[in-house]
């Protein structure tokens, strides 16, 4: 890991915004548990995933994922609770595999859902999306799979 001192002594012209993954699917890992919070636009709350990058799929341009080396890179989405909580249910039950029980008398919480969710494989698309300003390039979750 870098320390301040190291960032702080770059020279402008090695300051550079990150690349966008390339579009495509990647095989990834649940890379922890979520992260709890709140959007910073309406407040709504969210739960943040973080996925880390086991391998680009084909229809990812290998040779821009070996420059970018996107092994191992992670990448966040958020998930929003609060009046999209059928989102994330979707996500952990048919994207992650996670059981829900639903209807029996053993039915799980999204809680409980959501403690099983750390260390599981998901296929995730990638899609680009331009920045407010149109000024830069992000990559954005689109869909997720089951592995």
Known sequence: MASFEEILNKKSSEVRAPQAYP????H????GPPEPGQSSQKGALLLRYKFKILSPMGDVDATQAAE???VGKTFTDDFYIENADWRL???LRDALGVEDQ???P???TLKEMV????GKQVLVKLRHEMSR???RVFHRADSYAHV
């Open 133 to 135: 300003d149109g000024k």
């Open 115 to 118: 403690a099983e969710s750390p």
């Open 28 to 31: 990834c890992l649940v890379d």
């Open 102 to 104: 639903e209807g029996t």
């Open 68 to 70: 970018q080396q996107i």
């Open 106 to 108: 053993q039915e799980k």
């Open 89 to 91: 249910k979707e996500f």
């Open 23 to 26: 579009v495509g699917t990647y």
